[in-house]
């Protein structure tokens, strides 16, 4: 029976055991740490995409998102504490729904990892060919080679995101052959990333006119299920630019007095960055104007549509914010403060391929987990003799990725990304609620405040999310959902080492842990699994 197959959470915890992980970080330490994994791509990119879709209610769009966040982290730190191995949302649904479940949470888990890497590279692409080429070399790279077809809609000259491809296909060359970047590489990447945001709102904020911020809410708070727009729609989308705050709930085995630290951590950097976002977009709506190209039915034109690309070459809207590729850097050269606008387009330049990397690294890991629980081909994660990588794995997906990024615009990519991280932040939140009811004396390091009330409202606000994205992205899930019942009914189901009776669990040991990154391994952590002895 497929939902009997539960692997057993006494065989992950023992080897979560060996660990020993020393416990080092404070309040502070995981509130800037959660602030650095935060920043990074929503802001930089889906500025333009959000006021397409609400208008100068994306303020008020950010707002939601961090609220659905904030219980969402809550109940990941939780089952993190406990469970503290590889596989993500993955591992915890396999160890208390069992394996169909947690295959359909990996399986969507590999589109978020993907497809959000796909939407970096794109946002990379616009902020590359608006501050390098454009306004530094002077180079206008023709439209066909800077936006897909399906980024135009079909709009005369586009062909294929040509930077877009080569950063996906460049940084998965990098972790075929084994790179990685360092903590101190990280912590110059995350100063350069806030110091720009903090110069974009010292300046924008004095040059604000009240009279861009009527409407506030054009498309109103709900555009309506399924139709992407209003407040709650963007709120679908720019989700996108919190994903990240998982990494604060990892570090709970790391963090001393975690029934305190975790939760002012959590909390206090999506409230930090929330209100910086808030304030973000007052910035860039408030200076020069954020709202929507509406249709002819009152309606906003989908971002990335046709329609969109057709009224931005129109004259009148050159300018407007919402048809930027590059919104911050866009906002300040409009304002009169070209060089620093460049400075902000040459911030986001070094910072975005970081989160590619993170991104494509992540996909891989949840590919190797899942073949390592014979639930796909352990060829694909055959491991290089040389660099000591999963490349055929990692080959493969960069390949999906350059494609989808050479294609597809910003905000559909992230649309479809969020689909995926919704479905899991809601399996996380029924794992933590089963959990409490079927084993409640197990040791909790961290334990969810009033559970009762924070498990319902993760999953109403995931699946509140979900709802309000655009019905394109909505179907996008259930559809690849159905190709991965195929290949486990056809593969996985029969492959299984769990249904073949091999309770096996292969978290590398912790080595040369750098005390800069919390949890980070400096020893690659994709070395071949070490079978026990009589295996």
């Known amino acids: 029976m497929i939902f009997g197959r539960v692997k057993p959470l006494d065989a992950i915890l023992a080897t979560a055991e060996k660990k020993s992980l020393h416990r080092s970080l404070g309040a502070v330490q995981l509130t800037l740490f959660g602030i650095g994994c935060i920043i990074g791509t929503g802001i930089f990119v889906l500025t333009a995409a959000g ?27 939780e089952i993190a504490a406990m469970v503290p191995v590889a596989g993500s949302a993955y591992t915890y649904t396999y160890s208390v729904m069992g394996e169909f479940l947690a295959w359909t949470v990996g399986w969507a888990l590999v589109l978020e990892y993907a497809i959000a890497a796909s939407a970096v590279s794109v946002g990379w692409s616009g902020y590359f060919t608006g501050t390098i080429l454009n306004e530094t070399f002077g180079i206008a790279l023709p439209a066909w080679l800077s936006a897909g077809p399906l980024a ?19 940084i998965t060359w990098l972790l ?26 010292a300046l924008t904020l004095p040059r604000i006119d009240g009279g861009n911020f009527s409407p506030f809410l054009p498309a109103g708070t709900f555009g309506g299920f399924g139709t992407g727009v209003g407040a709650v729609g963007a709120a679908a989308t720019i ?21 305190r630290n975790v939760p002012i951590g959590l909390i206090g950097s999506l409230g930090f960055c929330t209100i910086f976002y808030v304030l973000v977009a007052a910035g860039a709506i408030g200076t020069i104007g954020g709202q929507p190209i509406m249709g002819p039915n009152g309606i906003p034109f989908p971002a990335g549509s ?28 409009t304002i009169g403060f070209g060089p620093i606008g460049d400075a ?43 660099w000591r990588t999963p490349y055929v794995v990692t080959a493969i997906t960069g390949g999906v990725v350059a494609v989808a990024a050479a294609f597809f615009p910003v905000g559909q990519l992230a649309d479809i990304a969020n689909a995926g991280t919704l479905y899991a932040f809601f399996m996380v939140a029924i794992a933590v609620m089963l959990l409490r009811r079927r084993d409640p004396a197990r040791e909790r390091r961290f334990r969810v405040p009033l559970l009762w009330l924070v498990g319902p409202l993760t999953i109403g606000g995931t699946l509140f999310l979900f709802l309000n994205l655009p019905t394109e992205a909505m179907l996008v899930l259930p559809i690849w959902s159905v190709v991965g019942f195929l290949i486990y009914f056809g593969y996985s189901y029969r492959n299984s080492h769990l249904g073949r009776g091999l309770i096996e669990v292969h978290e590398p040991e912790i080595h040369d842990v750098d005390p800069d990154i919390p949890g980070l391994d400096t020893r690659d952590p994709l070395d071949p699994p070490r079978r026990p002895p009589g295996v």
Request: with cysteine; hydrophobic share 55%; net charge neutral.
């Open 344 to 386: 902000v387009g040459y911030a986001a330049i070094l910072a975005l391929p970081s989160v590619i990397l993170i991104l494509l690294f992540g996909q891989t890991r949840i590919f190797f987990v899942m073949s390592r629980d014979g639930l796909l081909p352990e060829k694909l994660s055959t491991v290089h003799p040389k």
């Open 306 to 333: 046709e329609e969109l690309a057709r009224q931005c070459a129109m004259p009148q809207y050159a300018e407007a914010l919402v048809c930027s590729n590059e919104a911050l850097a866009h906002v300040l050269r």
């Open 152 to 170: 135009l809609g079909g709009a005369p000259g586009g062909f294929i995101n040509l930077p877009a491809m080569i950063i996906a296909l460049l």
């Open 51 to 77: 006021a397409q879709k609400a208008g100068p209610g994306l303020m008020l769009a950010f707002v939601i998102a961090g609220l659905v966040c904030v219980v969402a982290a809550l109940c990941y730190a």
């Open 239 to 259: 989700f996108f630019a919190y994903v990240g705050f998982d990494a604060v709930s990892t570090a709970a085995e790391e963090t001393k007095n975690p029934q």
């Open 176 to 201: 075929m052959v084994g790179t990685t970047e360092s903590a101190r590489v990280n912590a110059v990447l995350v100063t350069i990333k806030v110091a720009a945001l903090t110069v974009f709102i």
